[in-house]
Each structure stands twice: as C-alpha cells, then as structure tokens.
C-alpha cells in the first residue's frame, strides 16, 4: 500500500515536471518602453497590464517593463498612468517569442487616478467600477499639505468628518470615539482598534501615500464589519528603484481670534513636524525606514499632542510572479485631552478642573502581504496583519487604560476560468483581546469567507455578484453570524461615459466601547448596554460617471435602510448615556462631482455638492450630527510650470440635530452655525526633487463649532518643504 | 495669456476676500461671568461640602421677589455645568440674552447625570431634588438680593456669589 501511494506521487511529480517544461516551452516574452509624447521623456511608474490575464509589469526610471513566461496567445496590452490617457495594443506572442512594443501616452488635463482596486478587491479601470469610488491621487495630496488623512477628506463628494470621526453618506453620526461605520485599510490590511473601535488618524501613514481610495457605500460583502458605511483604502508608493533620501520640514502657526476674550494663551499657538526616509535596494530586495516628530500646541488649550512615527516597508520581488511585501509603522503620542469647553464665552478654554488632564498612547502595525501569480489566468494573495493599540488616561479622578491586540490572516485568490468570468474569493480569520480597566478584559474571534463573481455578460456590460459570510465571537456570547450578498451592474454605452447600479446588504457590529464602557469622563458618564445587537443595512445606488481628458462628471442617488442603528443616546431614567439599536433608520442622497478645465486657460476646477436626509424612522427625527447639505468649490491656477495656487472653499449647512446640548432660545445658548471655509495654497515646484508649500487653512478665520461646545480649527498658516536626492 | 489669467485670479480672490469678511461665524456672546466661593473649616481650611449635595449649579432666574422655591424655579431661564466643589473658589460664565435677572446656585440632591441634560425650561419640573445655597448680592448693600443687567453682546462681569447653607428666599 505504502509502495503504492509513493509510485502514485512518483508519476504525479513526473506528469507536473513534464507539464512544467511544457509551459515553460510554450511561452514568450514582452517587453518596451513608455514615453510622454509630449515630451519624448521615459515615464517611470507606469501600470502596464495584459488585458483578462493577471500578467503585467510597472515601468522603471527608464520606462521599461519586461513580462516574462507570457503563454503563447493573442493579448490586449494596456497601460494605464495618472494623469495620461490611456493605450491598448493588440499582439501576438509565439512560443520562445521575444516581442517589443513601446508607447507614447498623450498628456491629460486631468490627474485623476485611473485605477481603483477597493470596489473588487483587485485593480479595475474606474469606469468599470458599479459602486462609487472616490480616488484621491498623491498630486492632490502635495497641494494640500495635510497633517493627517482626516485634513484630506472632507474634500470628497459624500464625505463630512466630524470632529475626527468620518462619516460617508450620513452613515456616522457622532459617538465621541466610540465605532466606526467605515474600515481603514492600509495596502489593504485593517487599521480599526479592537477595543473602542475607531480610525486613529495619528497611526495612518500620511508619507508616501500613493492615493487613497473611498468606497461609498457598503463593502461587507467584501469586507465585513465596520464597512458598513464605506471603506477607506490608503495605498502606499512602491519603494523608489534608484536610493533616495526623503527630507520633510512642516511648520505653521495659529491665528490668534480676534476677541482677546477667546484666546487661551499669550503665547504663539504653532504646529511643527519634521520626517526623514531613506530607500534604497540591496540585491532583489526594496527597503523603506523613515522616522519622524510631531509637535502642536493645537489651537485649544490642552489640545497639544507630543509624537514621534517610525515606518518602514520592505518588497522583495523574488520572481517575476511573486512578491512579499511588509510595512511596520509605530507611533508613540502623549496629547492633552479636551472633552468641550468651559463656557461660549471662553470656547478655546477647557474647564479649569480637566486643565492637567492627559492621555499617552502607542499604536503599531505589522502587515504583510504575499501575492503569487500561479498562472496567467491565477493569483493567490495571503495577508498577515497585526494591530496594536494602548493608551493610558491621566485624568482627574478618573485613570483608566486599555491594550488592544488583533491578528489576522486573509487568504484570497483571484480566477479567471473563461474570457467572461472573474472570479475573487477568500476566507479571513481574526483574533483579537483587550487588556482594560475602562471596558474590562475582553476576548474575540471572527471567520469569514467571501466569493465574487464578475461577468462579462456584454462586451461592454459587466455583472457583478457577490456574498460574504461572517462569524462574529465576543467572550463567550453566542456567536454572531451574518451574511451579506451584493448586486452590481456597469454598463459602457461609449467609451467614455458609464451607468452604473448596485444594491449591498452590510453589517457592524458593536465595538467592545459600545458594549461594555462603564466611565466617567467632566460631566459625561457612560453605562453599558449588554444588549446592544449588530446592525445591519440594505444599500442601493445608481450612478453615472462620464470622462473626457478634460472633464469628469458623476453624479450618485443612495439610499440606505438600517435595522438595529447603533447610536448613543441618554437614557431618560438616569440620562446616562449608553448606545443603543435605534429600531430603524433611512438615509437617502444624492452626490455630485464635477471637475473641468478649460480649454487654453491653466485653470482646473472642481465641484462636488451632497444632500443627505438622514431619518430616525422609529422616533421620526432627523439622526443627529449630520449636515444635510455640503458643498466644496476648488480652483487649481498653474501660474508658471513651477507654480501653482488654489483656493477652496467649503460649505456645510447647520446640523439640524445634536444629542446631548439641547438649544436653549431663552439663551441663545444654541452654537451651531452654517460652516463657510476658505483654504488656499500656494507650491513651488523648484525642481522634481525640491517642493515648498505655503498654505492656509480656514482663510477668513470663521468661528464654528463642530458638534457642541467644541470649536472648529482658526486659521492656520502652514510652510511645508519636500527635499529628495 | 498667463499674465492675464493670473489677473483674473487674483480679482477672483479679491473679490472673495471682500465678500467674506473675517471673523465670522459664531456671535458674540452676553452673559454672567464672576466668581463662586465655597467657605472652608476656619481651622482646618477644608472646604465644607455636606455630603447631602451630590453637586451644585449656578442657575440665572428672570429677574422678581419670589415668595416659594417653586415659583423661583418656574423663573429659571438656564443653570450652568456643574461646579468643582472640591475647588474653594471657581469661576463661571453663564449664556443669557439681554434683558434683568437674579443669580443664585442650588444644590442638587441626587446624581448630576440626571439634571444636566435636562432641556432647561423643564427644570422646574424637578425642584424636589434642589436646595438653593447661594444668591447674589450686590457687595456692601443691605438689598436682599441683586438685579443683574445684561446687555447686547456684552458679559456682565463680577457677579461674585458664597455658598450659604442658610439661605432663606428674600419675599
């Protein structure tokens, strides 16, 4: 028997080998160069896939790319950059066959990243995408010269945040750090803490940011938890192929209000972070370490935070099918803490008694990610993903800290098993535990599996569908199981114009702060609510997105119904506040976004207007801490090939509803008010390697709250400079 | 052309700049501000607290002689947050439109958590739970109780008041 079972892996070894030279026999090559056909210049960076194969190759500094073990076959090769229009070419590859082909790529007025890979979990043209997907491209991200990642988005169509929690399609309301109803990934690894549930802004990476893509709507069908709202995906560059030295300096200062009554300090108020890289190669393999310091005082008294932020990346290419890719990023911070105001008449004072109050805390990540490309028509993915969160209180009368730790491993694999069909599926399986005072010791295990199918059913219609099953374990609670189907259709009447529709079930449920918080914090205390329940929701969409080289459009009709809406509310017995399923809650909208330039005028443009009605269909009231209304408006001038201004401006309408501040009219003691902002910059591109930045945020120095008794950002004047060799 | 577009933009910018003008957004506020004392042990200078009071605020009434705590409630306009009676002297500001009022601070005898939310017209509802323990007066008069005026957009300053656990409502 024994003897048998050896002869049997003898003879499949035998027909594997054979099968293996065999392939390797009926294969070719393809390589080239990509240029501007402007400027004649190599373009390094430059996607360049075989169309229905999960074959491709990126450009090097010189515009080369070079695809080996090509099966003999007939292809569409495409190359895809930001900022150029895109090219096909139609060949022909015969066994042992070396083929060249290069292309020059027309400019386009646009930069807007062509490429979205949240929506399917794999890299898709835009236009393909059935749901909305918001991109926001690293040339967006230079102009800026943001902070963190949170300063970026409330640019983008369908996005607020408030008061540091993001809220897409009116899917967040405000919970003061407590859940969040859209993940963060970062290259595609969750960046969500276990234990209060919420995006830590600090511990995103905002150096070498690639693009950061928002998916609006509701990812659990591939996703999970926490995407019930959206999913936010931060995608790093690929370290540089030549060595590089990265030297960043940002300083800015605060504007002083006006009226001395609402200044906290004589002193300037100022912010200032410096960060130095390096990358470079050793052999096969890319290594990125950066570290850096932030200091602000903040615009509030005790608003200051301390940090300092060390990452590092590592790829190793060790075929041309095979990659490992791991990224690690630690930061320490120790900030003050700033729960409202001490009175409208001081609204940048804390009370005398939280003065001292202060919070130290540690985040880390490691991730990896291994993608192995079994065949043209194969690919594998297993990521490794470890999060770590702790923090420490220091407060009056009330210390309380808590240590975070997840573990997570995802399997994916990607199938082609006709010209017609894509197929992505995966399982994912998590571990997580608390160590806390505030929340108690705390332990939770979840599984998944996920399948997406994606047809062709036209040449120019696709079919998407797609359902996850998820188990969700909290102690020894019974198990949560949900599963999420979703529905998607795109179809291309020309080339350049797209309607789309989608319909998704989502999921959350209760982070471990919502369920279990028991604390005291000024005058806020908080129960637990044992009972609290995942909630659940049914989204749909239709769209349309239309694309010229120099304009885009899209606009989006949403609606969204949700089952169990977890919110915080007081509890009329004692007023305590504890979270709670409101019954049922529906959120309807529209976005629209437009963005255009001009014929001959250096001038680029961009519109993008949101109206949201957010109902509490259970109690009949507007859900709080939504504006039903906002608008941005940017003008981008390139004034000279090495400057460029712009001025934003952004509007969000009064929040018709908060939660614990009721108006008092005999008073006026209501703050809320219509949120008008200016921001302008203005970026010196000396020469590739050497940018300076000059910008302002909220120009015109407007006094607005954010949620109740807390002030929203004065003026902010900030000098960034960039410096590679 | 460059020369020309860029004069554009910088109309364009004027234009905004003289349109919207700084300092906007929030107004100015009119109020009460001063200063809260609570006495302390002559001796051991610890502050006196009884254990009866689970928390005090400062609430701002419309301005008249009020014959019963109940009727004195029903004339609250607000109540500040909760002061720090672990501190001997503290400082306040409460919000109020234009007009006359009287300032006292009350005691509360059941948890904070469950007064400080409340809508605050509907405070009256709850004055089982309140002991008042201070009111204004003006400093070196014999007048019962002080009349405060507000004015637009303006804070009334030095509204001092000392926790008195004797306090009996002037009629």
């Keep these: ?725 | 052309m460059i020369k020309n577009n860029l004069n554009k933009f910088l109309l364009l910018l004027i234009w905004l700049t003289l349109t919207f003008s700084c300092e906007e957004g929030l107004d100015t506020v009119a109020g009460i501000e001063g200063k809260i004392n609570i006495p302390t042990d002559s001796l051991s200078e610890k502050i006196i607290w009884p254990d009866s009071l689970q928390g005090a605020v400062i609430v701002i009434a419309e301005c008249g002689l009020y014959e019963s705590l109940d009727s004195f409630f029903t004339h609250i306009v607000t109540f500040s947050d909760p002061l720090d009676t672990s501190k001997k002297e503290q400082s306040y500001f409460v919000q109020t439109l234009p007009g006359f009022y009287i300032a006292g601070v009350i005691g509360i005898t059941v948890e904070m958590s469950k007064i400080i939310f409340l809508p605050q017209d509907s405070l009256s509802l709850h004055s089982e739970y309140f002991v008042p323990i201070g009111l204004y007066k003006i400093p070196n008069s014999t007048l019962p109780i002080g009349i405060i005026r507000v004015q637009e957009k303006e804070i009334t300053k030095e509204i001092d008041i000392t926790i008195n656990y004797n306090i009996e409502l002037p009629s």
């Excluded at chain 1, 290069?102 to 990243?113: I, M």
């Excluded at chain 1, 069908?221 to 959206?230: K, P, Q």
């Excluded at chain 1, 909290?474 to 319909?503: A, E």
């Design chain 1, 1 to 725: 028997m024994k003897s048998l079972t050896y002869k049997v892996q003898f003879i499949l070894l035998v027909i594997l080998f054979l099968f293996i030279s065999s392939a390797q026999g009926q294969t070719g090559k393809i390589s080239g160069f990509v240029y501007s056909s402007k400027t004649g210049e190599p373009l390094p960076g430059t996607n360049v896939i075989l169309q229905k194969t999960f074959l491709g190759a990126a450009t090097n500094l010189n515009g080369f790319f070079n695809i080996e073990s090509v099966p003999s076959d007939s292809y569409t090769i495409e190359v895809l950059l930001i900022g150029y229009q895109s090219e096909k070419k139609d060949i022909r590859v015969l066994p042992g066959e070396h083929k060249k082909v290069n292309f020059y790529l027309q400019e386009k007025a646009l930069k807007s990243p062509e490429i979205v890979i949240t929506g399917a979990k794999r890299a898709i043209r835009k236009i393909d995408s059935p749901v909305s997907i918001s991109a926001i491209s690293n040339e967006q991200i230079n102009f800026r010269n943001p902070s963190s990642v949170e300063d970026l988005l409330p640019y983008e169509p369908g996005v607020q945040i408030v008061d540091r929690q993001i809220n897409i399609r009116g899917s967040s309301g405000y919970s003061r750090g407590a859940g969040s109803r859209v993940i963060i990934l970062v290259d595609g690894s969750p960046a969500i803490s276990y234990d209060n549930g919420v995006i830590y802004w600090e511990a995103v990476p905002i150096h070498n940011i690639e693009r950061i893509e928002i998916l609006k709507g509701p990812g659990s069908a591939l996703y999970g938890s926490n995407a019930i709202g959206g999913v936010l995906n931060i995608i790093t560059k690929k370290i540089s192929s030549r060595n590089k030295t990265n030297i960043l300096l940002n300083g800015g200062i605060y504007s002083k209000p006006g009226d001395k009554k609402k200044t906290w300090t004589d002193k300037t108020m100022f912010s200032n972070d410096w960060r130095i890289s390096h990358e470079r190669h050793f052999g096969k393999i890319g290594i990125l370490a950066g570290y850096g310091q932030s200091n602000s005082t903040r615009y509030y008294q005790n608003g200051y935070y301390r940090r300092s932020i060390l990452d590092a990346k590592i790829e190793y290419p060790k075929n041309y099918n095979q990659i490992i890719t791991s990224r690690l990023y630690y930061i320490n911070d120790k900030h003050g803490s700033f729960t409202q105001w001490k009175s409208a008449a001081q609204p940048f004072h804390t009370p005398e008694n939280t003065i001292n109050d202060q919070i130290y805390s540690d985040k880390f990540q490691w991730s990896s990610t291994y993608t192995y490309i079994v065949s043209p028509k194969q690919s594998r993915t297993y990521r490794l993903n470890y999060f770590y969160t702790a923090f420490q209180n220091d407060m009056l009368n009330n210390d309380t800290f808590s240590k975070s730790h997840i573990y997570s491993f995802e399997w994916q694999v990607d199938i082609r098993p006709g010209v017609k069909h894509y197929i992505t599926c995966g399982s994912e399986i998590k571990s997580n535990k608390i160590l806390a005072d505030i929340w108690g010791n705390h332990y939770g295990s979840d599984a998944a599996l996920y399948f997406q199918d994606e047809w062709n059913i036209l040449h120019n219609t696709d079919f998407t569908s797609g359902l996850r099953f998820d188990l969700h374990k909290t102690d020894n609670v019974k198990i949560d199981s949900q599963l999420n189907p979703k529905f998607g259709l795109s179809f291309r009447p020309r080339k350049n114009l797209s309607l789309r529709t989608s319909m998704g079930w989502a999921y959350r449920a209760p982070a471990i702060a919502e369920i279990f918080t028991e604390t005291q914090q000024y005058i806020f205390e908080v129960k637990p609510n044992p009972l609290l329940q995942s909630e659940k929701s049914i989204s749909g969409e239709v769209g349309i997105f239309w694309q010229t080289p120099s304009v885009s459009f899209d606009i989006a009709i949403f609606s969204s119904h949700y089952k169990r809406l977890i919110e915080p509310v007081q509890d009329p017995a004692d007023n305590k506040i504890h979270f709670m399923n409101i019954t049922e809650a529906r959120i309807r909208g529209v976005e629209i976004s437009l963005n255009w330039k001009l014929p001959f005028i250096p001038l680029k443009n961009r519109f993008a207007y949101t109206y949201l009605d957010p109902r509490d269909l259970t109690a009949g009231k507007m859900l709080s801490y939504r504006h039903e209304r906002s608008l941005v408006i940017s003008e981008q001038f390139t004034i000279t090939k090495y400057l460029t201004c712009g001025i934003d401006y952004r509007y969000l309408s009064k929040m018709r509803r908060v939660q614990l501040f009721n108006e008092n009219p005999k008073t006026r003691g209501d703050q809320r008010v219509p949120i008008h902002l200016f921001s302008g910059f203005i970026q010196l591109a000396v020469n590739k390697s050497l940018f300076a930045t000059l910008s302002v945020e909220n120009l015109f120095q407007y006094y607005y709250v954010v949620v109740e008794r807390n002030m929203g950002p004065v003026r902010y004047i900030k000098f960034n400079l960039n410096y590679s060799f």
